[in-house]
C-alpha cells in the first residue's frame, strides 16, 4: 500500500512525476483550484479586514472527498502544486481541507517545489520538503481580493450607464487604456512632409557608393519640401565627389538572455506568429511532460512562468559542453554568460530552458506536435545561444565631400557593415518588431575605397517621405509595454489579453489591436472617475505591493486598507457624476428624410447609432460612421452624402447587421435594395505571417460570414487559417478545437486533425471534466440566467454557472 499521497494540478503532471516517485507515492490531480470566492456575491467581509469567504469550487466537492479519502491511508501528504503565488493557494487551500483537527495525527502535511520535471528535481525536492509558504499565499489572496473589489463595485456602474454584462478589471482596464490612447495618438497625428537625397557613385572597384546626405555646411539640412530638395539638387549639379575619410571599427552584438516568460510571449508571437494564450498552453504542455517513446512522460522544458534568468550550474555545464562539442572551442566563452534579472524577479526560480539540452529539436520530431515542436525550438535554440561568444562585425563609415555651385560644402556619408564572426548568429538571431540601424547596415556593401580618392558620379535621388504615426500594439509589442511599466505580470499577460478580446474592448486588425467603439467609451467613463485606480504608474505600484507582501514587507490587510479608502471616494464620486451613456440624445444638425425631424445620436445594444425624435410614431434610423467619443470632432453633414438606390432612387443609409456595416435603402420595407460597403468586395488586408503551404503571404478577407484569413496566393493555394480556441481536442488529445462555420453560416467547433478526428460539438468545449459522469469536456451555454458550463452527455444533467461579467478573469 501508498504511504504518501502526492497532489498536483494536472493529469498529464501527474503522470510524470508518478514515473519517478514509485509504487509507495500514489499521486493524483486536484485540476486546478479548490477553492474561490463565490461568484453569487463580493465574498469579502470588508468591515473584518478584507476577510475573504472562500468555497469549495462546485463540481470539486466530489473531487475533495476522493482526496481526502486517499489521505485517511498515508503517513504523508505532498502538495505539488507549481512553483508561484497561484500554485502555492492552491496548496493552502488543499491543506485546509485534508489537515487533520489534532497536529499530531496523521497524514503529515508538506509542500514540495521543483522548476523542472525531471527525475533528479523531484528526488531533491521530496528528500528537503517544505511548509506552504503563507507570504505567497498571502500575496495570492491580495490580489484576489483587489481584483474582487474592482470587479464587483464598477462593474454594476457600467451595466446601468453603458449596457448590462461590462465589466472592468484592475488590470484588463488599464491594457485597454493603453490601447485606446495609442488609437488616439494615431487618429490625431500630422504627417509631416521631409525629403532624403541619396547620391550613386562609381568607385574604382564594384559595388556601386550609394551615400545620403549629411551635412550641408555645418548642419544637418533640413528638407521639407521639393522646393529646397530641388534647390540643393541644382545647387549639386556638375559637383565633383571626393572620398573625405573611412573609418572602420570592430562592433560586438551580445547573446541575448535565455527566455522569461515575457521574452518567450514576445518572441513566439514574432517568430511563430502563436498568440500569447497559445505559447503559454504550448509550454505548459512541455513542462508537465510529453510521451517520448521509451522514456515514457518526460519533463521537457523548466517551469515556464518566471522572470528570472538564472540558470543553474548542471545545466551550464551540459550545454558548454554542447557548444564546444557541436560549434567548436572559438564558439564558447572563458566563463558562462552571466545575465542581470530584474531588481523585483523572483530568483528562486530558473530562467525557461531545456530540461536538458542533449535533448535536441530533431531527436523530439517524431514525439511532439509541429506547434510543440516549433516552441521547443525557439526555447533550445534561444538558451544554446545565450551560452555562446559575440558576434563580431566591421562597421564601415565612408565620408564623402562635395562643393555645391553656390560655394556651400556638402557632406555624403555611407554605412556598411561586414558580419566577421558569426558566434551566437549561428544558432539565433532575436526578431524585432521595427527594423533598425544595424539591419540596414548590414544590407549595404560597400566597395574599397581610399582617402582622397575621386569618385564618378552616376546619378543623383531626391525622395520624398513622410512621418509615420506610431504603430498600432501587436501582442508582443503589447506586452513588452505592459512588462516595461510594471503593470500586471508576465504570468497574466495571456488572460489579459484574451479578457479584452472576449469583452468586446478591443479587436485585431491585420494582428494589431484596434479599440473597438465600447471599449473607448467605457475607457472614458472609468478615466474619468478613476482615473488614479487605472492610472499605469499606481497600477504598477500595486504590482510592488504585491511583491513585497510575497518577502514579507508588507501586511496584506494593511494594503487593502490603503487602496479600499481611495476607491470607496471614486465610487461615490462616479455614481453621483458618471455619465448615462444609456439614456443620452446627443442633438445633430441631421433631419429625418421620412418625416422632417431632428435625429439625435442614441446609445444601443450595438454601440451608438442615429435615431428619429419622432419615435415611436417614425422608427428611422441610420448608422453612425464616426465612434461616439470623435463624434464632437466630425462633420456628421457627410453621412447626408450617401449613395441613392438603384431601384427607387431614395437614399441609401448605414446599418449594421449580424456580419458587420452595410448599406440598406432609407425606403425600407417598401424598398428592401441592401449593398455592401465600399461595392461589391471589401479589399483583402495584408498581414505579415507567412502561409504555411506555400510561404506567400496571408491576407484578412471578408467573406459572406465575416472575416477570416487565408493565403494571398488564391486560388493556386487554397489554405485557410483555422481559429483556434485554445482547447486540446477531448477526443483524440492531439488535435485542438477550432472554429468551423456550417453552409448555413451557423459556428460550430471540431478537430483541427479531421477527418482523422471526427470530434464535433454546437456549443464551445471546456477543458473541463465533468464530475458527476466522468465526461472529459464541458460545453458553453447561454441560458436566461447566465452562461453556464453544462456536460455535452444527454444522460447527465451536471452543469455550473460561469463566471458573471461582473467578476474580472484577470489580475
Given at each position: 500500500?501508498?504511504?504518501?499521497?502526492?497532489?498536483?494540478?494536472s493529469p498529464a503532471k501527474a503522470k510524470t512525476i508518478g514515473k519517478y516517485l514509485g509504487k509507495h507515492y500514489v499521486v493524483k490531480a486536484s485540476l486546478g483550484h479548490v477553492k474561490d470566492l463565490p461568484k453569487k456575491d463580493l465574498a469579502v467581509d470588508v468591515e473584518r479586514d478584507f476577510t475573504?469567504?472562500?468555497?469549495?469550487?462546485?463540481?470539486?466537492?466530489?473531487?475533495?472527498?476522493?482526496?481526502?479519502?486517499?489521505?485517511?491511508?498515508?503517513?504523508?501528504?505532498?502538495?505539488?502544486?507549481?512553483?508561484?503565488?497561484?500554485?502555492?493557494?492552491?496548496?493552502?487551500?488543499?491543506?485546509?481541507?485534508?489537515?487533520?483537527?489534532?497536529?499530531?495525527?496523521?497524514?503529515?502535511?508538506?509542500?514540495?517545489?521543483?522548476?523542472?520535471?525531471?527525475?533528479?528535481?523531484?528526488?531533491?525536492?521530496?528528500?528537503?520538503?517544505?511548509?506552504?509558504?503563507?507570504?505567497?499565499?498571502?500575496?495570492?489572496?491580495?490580489?484576489?481580493?483587489?481584483?474582487?473589489?474592482?470587479?464587483?463595485?464598477?462593474?454594476?456602474?457600467?451595466?446601468?450607464?453603458?449596457?448590462?454584462?461590462?465589466?472592468?478589471?484592475?488590470?484588463?482596464?488599464?491594457?485597454?487604456?493603453?490601447?485606446?490612447?495609442?488609437?488616439?495618438?494615431?487618429?490625431?497625428?500630422?504627417?509631416?512632409?521631409?525629403?532624403?537625397?541619396?547620391?550613386?557613385?562609381?568607385?574604382?572597384?564594384?559595388?556601386?557608393?550609394?551615400?545620403?546626405?549629411?551635412?550641408r555646411g555645418t548642419e544637418a539640412p533640413k528638407i521639407d519640401n521639393e522646393t529646397a530638395a530641388k534647390g540643393i539638387v541644382a545647387d549639386l549639379d556638375g559637383a565633383a565627389y571626393t572620398v573625405k575619410s573611412v573609418a572602420t571599427r570592430e562592433k560586438r552584438r551580445n547573446a541575448v538572455p535565455?527566455?522569461?516568460?515575457?521574452?518567450?510571449?514576445?518572441?513566439?508571437?514574432?517568430?511563430?506568429?502563436?498568440?500569447?494564450?497559445?505559447?503559454?498552453?504550448?509550454?505548459?504542455?512541455?513542462?508537465?511532460?510529453?510521451?517520448?517513446?521509451?522514456?515514457?512522460?518526460?519533463?521537457?522544458?523548466?517551469?515556464?512562468?518566471?522572470?528570472?534568468?538564472?540558470?543553474?550550474?548542471?545545466?551550464?555545464?551540459?550545454?558548454?559542453?554542447?557548444?564546444?562539442?557541436?560549434?567548436?572551442?572559438?564558439?564558447?566563452?572563458?566563463?558562462?554568460?552571466?545575465?542581470?534579472?530584474?531588481?523585483?524577479?523572483?530568483?528562486?526560480?530558473?530562467?525557461?530552458?531545456?530540461?536538458?539540452?542533449?535533448?535536441?529539436?530533431?531527436?523530439?520530431?517524431?514525439?511532439?506536435?509541429?506547434?510543440?515542436?516549433?516552441?521547443?525550438?525557439?526555447?533550445?535554440?534561444?538558451?544554446?545561444?545565450?551560452?555562446?561568444?559575440?558576434?563580431?562585425?566591421?562597421?564601415?563609415?565612408?565620408?564623402?565631400?562635395?562643393?555645391?555651385?553656390?560655394?556651400?560644402?556638402?557632406?555624403?556619408?555611407?554605412?556598411?557593415?561586414?558580419?566577421?564572426?558569426?558566434?551566437?548568429?549561428?544558432?539565433?538571431?532575436?526578431?524585432?518588431?521595427?527594423?533598425?540601424?544595424?539591419?540596414?547596415?548590414?544590407?549595404?556593401?560597400?566597395?574599397?575605397?581610399?582617402?582622397?580618392?575621386?569618385?564618378?558620379?552616376?546619378?543623383?535621388?531626391?525622395?520624398?517621405?513622410?512621418?509615420?504615426?506610431?504603430?498600432?500594439?501587436?501582442?508582443?509589442?503589447?506586452?513588452?509595454?505592459?512588462?516595461?511599466?510594471?503593470?500586471?505580470?508576465?504570468?497574466?499577460?495571456?488572460?489579459?489579453?484574451?479578457?479584452?478580446?472576449?469583452?468586446?474592448?478591443?479587436?485585431?486588425?491585420?494582428?494589431?489591436?484596434?479599440?473597438?467603439?465600447?471599449?473607448?467609451?467605457?475607457?472614458?467613463?472609468?478615466?474619468?472617475?478613476?482615473?488614479?485606480?487605472?492610472?499605469?504608474?499606481?497600477?504598477?505600484?500595486?504590482?510592488?505591493?504585491?511583491?513585497?507582501?510575497?518577502?514579507?514587507?508588507?501586511?496584506?490587510?494593511?494594503?487593502?486598507?490603503?487602496?479600499?479608502?481611495?476607491?470607496?471616494?471614486?465610487?461615490?464620486?462616479?455614481?453621483?457624476?458618471?455619465?448615462?451613456?444609456?439614456?443620452?440624445?446627443?442633438?445633430?444638425?441631421?433631419?429625418?428624410?421620412?418625416?422632417?425631424?431632428?435625429?439625435?445620436?442614441?446609445?444601443?445594444?450595438?454601440?451608438?447609432?442615429?435615431?428619429?425624435?419622432?419615435?415611436?410614431?417614425?422608427?428611422?434610423?441610420?448608422?453612425?460612421?464616426?465612434?461616439?467619443?470623435?463624434?464632437?470632432?466630425?462633420?456628421?453633414?457627410?453621412?447626408?452624402?450617401?449613395?441613392?438606390?438603384?431601384?427607387?432612387?431614395?437614399?441609401?443609409?448605414?446599418?449594421?447587421?449580424?456580419?458587420?456595416?452595410?448599406?440598406?435603402?432609407?425606403?425600407?420595407?417598401?424598398?428592401?435594395?441592401?449593398?455592401?460597403?465600399?461595392?461589391?468586395?471589401?479589399?483583402?488586408?495584408?498581414?505579415?505571417?507567412?502561409?504555411?503551404?506555400?510561404?506567400?503571404?496571408?491576407?484578412?478577407?471578408?467573406?459572406?460570414?465575416?472575416?477570416?484569413?487565408?493565403?494571398?496566393?488564391?486560388?493556386?493555394?487554397?489554405?485557410?487559417?483555422?481559429?483556434?480556441?485554445?482547447?486540446?481536442?477531448?477526443?483524440?488529445?492531439?488535435?485542438?478545437?477550432?472554429?468551423?462555420?456550417?453552409?448555413?453560416?451557423?459556428?460550430?467547433?471540431?478537430?483541427?486533425?479531421?477527418?482523422?478526428?471526427?470530434?464535433?460539438?454546437?456549443?464551445?468545449?471546456?477543458?473541463?471534466?465533468?464530475?458527476?459522469?466522468?465526461?472529459?469536456?464541458?460545453?458553453?451555454?447561454?441560458?436566461?440566467?447566465?452562461?453556464?458550463?453544462?456536460?455535452?452527455?444527454?444522460?447527465?444533467?451536471?452543469?455550473?454557472?460561469?463566471?458573471?461579467?461582473?467578476?474580472?478573469?484577470?489580475?
Open positions: 500500500m501508498a504511504k504518501s499521497l502526492v497532489i498536483v494540478e475573504p469567504k472562500y468555497e469549495v469550487i462546485e463540481g470539486k466537492k466530489k473531487l475533495i472527498a476522493e482526496l481526502k479519502q486517499a489521505a485517511k491511508g498515508v503517513d504523508s501528504v505532498y502538495l505539488a502544486a507549481d512553483p508561484d503565488r497561484e500554485g502555492e493557494a492552491i496548496c493552502w487551500h488543499l491543506k485546509e481541507e485534508l489537515e487533520p483537527k489534532k497536529a499530531t495525527d496523521k497524514p503529515a502535511i508538506f509542500r514540495v517545489m521543483f522548476n523542472e520535471i525531471t527525475a533528479n528535481a523531484v528526488k531533491k525536492a521530496f528528500d528537503k520538503p517544505l511548509a506552504v509558504n503563507v507570504n505567497l499565499v498571502e500575496a495570492q489572496q491580495a490580489r484576489r481580493v483587489l481584483d474582487r473589489l474592482v470587479g464587483y463595485k464598477i462593474s454594476p456602474l457600467l451595466w446601468d450607464k453603458v449596457r448590462r454584462g461590462l465589466s472592468a478589471g484592475r488590470v484588463q482596464t488599464v491594457a485597454v487604456r493603453l490601447i485606446v490612447e495609442r488609437e488616439r495618438e494615431i487618429r490625431a497625428f500630422q504627417k509631416q512632409e521631409y525629403w532624403t537625397i541619396d547620391v550613386a557613385l562609381h568607385a574604382k572597384k564594384p559595388p556601386l557608393l550609394t551615400a545620403r546626405l549629411n551635412k535565455p527566455f522569461i516568460t515575457s521574452t518567450l510571449q514576445q518572441e513566439s508571437s514574432r517568430k511563430l506568429r502563436f498568440s500569447v494564450k497559445r505559447t503559454m498552453m504550448l509550454a505548459q504542455g512541455l513542462y508537465e511532460g510529453k510521451e517520448i517513446g521509451k522514456e515514457g512522460a518526460v519533463g521537457l522544458i523548466t517551469y515556464m512562468r518566471t522572470d528570472s534568468t538564472r540558470v543553474s550550474d548542471d545545466a551550464l555545464a551540459e550545454v558548454r559542453n554542447m557548444i564546444s562539442e557541436r560549434y567548436g572551442k572559438d564558439y564558447l566563452p572563458a566563463a558562462p554568460n552571466v545575465y542581470k534579472t530584474k531588481k523585483d524577479a523572483q530568483d528562486a526560480h530558473e530562467a525557461i530552458r531545456p530540461t536538458s539540452v542533449l535533448r535536441t529539436p530533431e531527436s523530439l520530431e517524431k514525439h511532439l506536435a509541429e506547434d510543440e515542436l516549433k516552441l521547443y525550438r525557439l526555447i533550445w535554440m534561444r538558451f544554446v545561444a545565450s551560452q555562446m561568444n559575440p558576434a563580431l562585425l566591421d562597421q564601415t563609415t565612408i565620408d564623402i565631400n562635395a562643393a555645391g555651385k553656390s560655394g556651400s560644402p556638402y557632406l555624403f556619408r555611407a554605412t556598411g557593415s561586414v558580419l566577421k564572426f558569426d558566434g551566437f548568429l549561428k544558432v539565433y538571431e532575436e526578431g524585432k518588431d521595427q527594423k533598425d540601424e544595424e539591419d540596414e547596415d548590414l544590407k549595404h556593401k560597400l566597395p574599397a575605397v581610399t582617402e582622397g580618392e575621386a569618385l564618378r558620379f552616376k546619378e543623383i535621388m531626391p525622395e520624398q517621405h513622410f512621418t509615420e504615426p506610431p504603430p498600432r500594439y501587436n501582442e508582443a509589442t503589447l506586452v513588452k509595454k505592459l512588462e516595461a511599466d510594471g503593470v500586471g505580470r508576465p504570468s497574466t499577460y495571456a488572460s489579459i489579453l484574451s479578457t479584452i478580446q472576449d469583452r468586446e474592448y478591443v479587436k485585431k486588425e491585420g494582428g494589431k489591436f484596434v479599440p473597438t467603439e465600447l471599449g473607448m467609451v467605457v475607457t472614458d467613463l472609468l478615466l474619468e472617475s478613476f482615473n488614479d485606480l487605472f492610472d499605469v504608474k499606481y497600477t504598477a505600484r500595486m504590482e510592488e505591493e504585491l511583491d513585497e507582501i510575497e518577502e514579507g514587507k508588507l501586511e496584506w490587510r494593511a494594503a487593502m486598507a490603503e487602496f479600499y479608502d481611495r476607491f470607496q471616494k471614486n465610487i461615490e464620486h462616479a455614481e453621483r457624476h458618471m455619465a448615462d451613456i444609456k439614456r443620452m440624445e446627443k442633438p445633430t444638425d441631421l433631419v429625418c428624410e421620412k418625416c422632417g425631424k431632428p435625429m439625435v445620436i442614441k446609445w444601443g445594444k450595438h454601440g451608438s447609432f442615429i435615431a428619429c425624435t419622432g419615435y415611436p410614431e417614425c422608427t428611422n434610423t441610420r448608422e453612425l460612421t464616426v465612434d461616439l467619443p470623435d463624434v464632437d470632432k466630425a462633420d456628421l453633414t457627410e453621412q447626408d452624402e450617401a449613395e441613392y438606390c438603384e431601384n427607387c432612387g431614395r437614399p441609401m443609409v448605414l446599418k449594421k447587421g449580424r456580419f458587420g456595416q452595410f448599406y440598406a435603402c432609407s425606403g425600407y420595407p417598401d424598398c428592401k435594395t441592401t449593398k455592401q460597403i465600399g461595392g461589391e468586395q471589401r479589399k483583402d488586408i495584408p498581414l505579415e505571417e507567412k502561409c504555411p503551404q506555400c510561404d506567400s503571404n496571408l491576407v484578412q478577407k471578408f467573406g459572406r460570414y465575416g472575416e477570416f484569413v487565408a493565403c494571398s496566393n488564391y486560388p493556386n493555394c487554397k489554405y485557410v487559417k483555422q481559429k483556434t480556441i485554445g482547447v486540446p481536442c477531448p477526443n483524440c488529445s492531439e488535435g485542438e478545437i477550432v472554429e468551423r462555420r456550417s453552409k448555413r453560416g451557423r459556428t460550430f467547433y471540431g478537430c483541427n486533425r479531421y477527418p482523422d478526428c471526427d470530434f464535433v460539438a454546437w456549443g464551445k468545449p471546456i477543458p473541463e471534466k465533468c464530475p458527476e459522469c466522468g465526461s472529459s469536456y464541458l460545453i458553453e451555454k447561454y441560458l436566461k440566467a447566465g452562461p453556464v458550463a453544462q456536460c455535452p452527455n444527454g444522460e447527465c444533467k451536471y452543469k455550473h454557472p460561469l463566471e458573471v461579467a461582473a467578476e474580472p478573469s484577470v489580475a
